[in-house]
């Protein structure tokens, strides 16, 4: 039996209504048995990149190799071979660019990590003046009140009210009251990255897992035992996958520890949510390309 040919038209129509313009690209149509014509999207590809020298023996970033890891984790992200190339796909000259960091400081994103991508930022052509690393201040900072381009940085660790501080809840100081969006485990982070000040404008998201919190009681019980030296970064350019693959690490951890299912409590379920309600990005790991590049002890996912 003949089937009917896909008209350009029909394309057309199928690709305007793909979710996640930019992270989702339609890529075929396929027939599958005599249903008709259905829309087949490409992963999410997501990078996991670790390096057995990037701490030190006191537990520091090596800045070397932590620019190396992320100058390879970019160019695995974009197919690219030289890392500045690669950021100039991500960054224009023109574009002004802030670079949204977490500043909590028992396990913050590091100077050495800010210092990388600014650094490839500027090497994209951007001045120096057209820049800037903040976190709590950027609703007041000129910079990110007239950000074209934004690179989302933060630890992954436990958090008390949402579960986790990942990638999607980092930019809730775009937001001049951050508790107005606790309810329910921080159930509808993802709306955030709906107002003016930031929709469209990520072109990075950076997990750092150097060494992440994989237990908390309390909003500032930080813990060291709870920590350990994973010595790795995640990055992609949807952050509700970047944070799924964290979540699985963290995870991971939780249950060589705790002997459990390792589930986090809170249920950070903020993340699903980005994707279930939100539409923000993906969180099925079977939607994920998760590409690994560095040395594998220790948990693995």
Same mark, same amino acid.
Not at 277 to 283: A, D, N, P, Q
């Given at each position: 039996?003949?089937?009917?040919?896909?008209?350009?038209?029909?394309?057309?129509? +199928?690709?305007?209504?793909?979710?996640?313009?930019?992270?989702?690209?339609?890529?075929?149509?396929?027939?599958?048995?005599?249903?008709?014509?259905?829309?087949?999207?490409?992963?999410?590809?997501?990078?996991?990149?670790?390096?057995?020298?990037?701490?030190?023996?006191?537990?520091?970033?090596?800045?070397?190799?932590?620019?190396?890891?992320?100058?390879? +984790?970019?160019?695995?992200?974009?197919?690219?071979?030289?890392?500045?190339?690669?950021?100039?796909?991500?960054?224009?000259?023109?574009?002004?660019?802030?670079?949204?960091?977490?500043?909590?400081?028992?396990?913050?994103?590091?100077?050495?990590?800010?210092?990388?991508?600014?650094?490839?930022?500027?090497?994209?052509?951007?001045?120096?003046?057209?820049?800037?690393?903040?976190?709590?201040?950027?609703?007041?900072?000129?910079?990110?009140?007239?950000?074209?381009?934004?690179?989302?940085?933060?630890?992954?660790?436990?958090?008390?009210?949402?579960?986790?501080?990942?990638?999607?809840?980092?930019?809730?100081?775009?937001?001049?009251?951050?508790?107005?969006?606790?309810?329910?485990?921080?159930?509808?982070?993802?709306?955030?990255?709906?107002?003016?000040?930031?929709?469209?404008?990520?072109?990075?998201?950076?997990?750092?897992?150097?060494?992440?919190?994989?237990?908390?009681?309390?909003?500032?019980?930080?813990?060291?035992?709870?920590?350990?030296?994973?010595?790795?970064?995640?990055?992609?350019?949807?952050?509700?996958?970047?944070?799924?693959?964290?979540?699985?690490?963290?995870?991971?951890?939780?249950?060589?520890?705790?002997?459990?299912?390792?589930?986090?409590?809170?249920?950070?379920?903020?993340?699903?949510?980005?994707?279930?309600?939100?539409?923000?990005?993906?969180?099925?790991?079977?939607?994920?390309?998760?590409?690994?590049?560095?040395?594998?002890?220790?948990?693995?996912?």
């Amino acid at each position: 039996m003949s089937r009917k040919p896909i008209t350009r038209r029909e394309f057309l129509k +199928a690709a305007s209504v793909a979710p996640l313009a930019g992270a989702l690209i339609p890529a075929a149509f396929r027939t599958e048995r005599g249903l008709g014509p259905r829309l087949v999207e490409e992963k999410v590809r997501v990078v996991l990149v670790r390096d057995a020298n990037a701490l030190d023996a006191s537990g520091v970033p090596n800045a070397e190799v932590v620019q190396r890891m992320l100058d390879d +984790a970019v160019c695995a992200l974009l197919d690219e071979r030289d890392a500045v190339k690669a950021w100039k796909t991500l960054i224009r000259p023109e574009d002004i660019v802030g670079i949204k960091t977490n500043s909590w400081g028992k396990l913050p994103t590091t100077a050495q990590v800010e210092q990388a991508i600014k650094r490839r930022v500027m090497d994209a052509g951007v001045a120096e003046d057209k820049l800037s690393v903040d976190d709590r201040g950027v609703l007041r900072n000129p910079v990110f009140q007239n950000a074209t381009a934004l690179i989302n940085a933060r630890p992954a660790r436990t958090h008390q009210w949402s579960g986790m501080g990942s990638c999607i809840k980092n930019y809730i100081m775009f937001v001049p009251q951050p508790s107005a969006y606790h309810d329910d485990t921080c159930a509808d982070l993802a709306t955030i990255w709906n107002l003016p000040i930031v929709k469209g404008k990520t072109r990075l998201n950076i997990l750092v897992m150097f060494n992440p919190l994989f237990h908390m009681i309390g909003t500032q019980q930080y813990n060291k035992d709870f920590t350990w030296e994973y010595k790795g970064l995640i990055v992609s350019r949807d952050p509700v996958a970047a944070d799924t693959t964290g979540l699985r690490v963290l995870e991971a951890k939780r249950r060589e520890h705790f002997k459990d299912d390792g589930l986090l409590k809170p249920t950070p379920h903020h993340i699903q949510l980005a994707d279930t309600r939100h539409h923000l990005g993906v969180s099925d790991p079977n939607r994920i390309e998760l590409v690994k590049l560095g040395f594998g002890e220790g948990i693995l996912i």
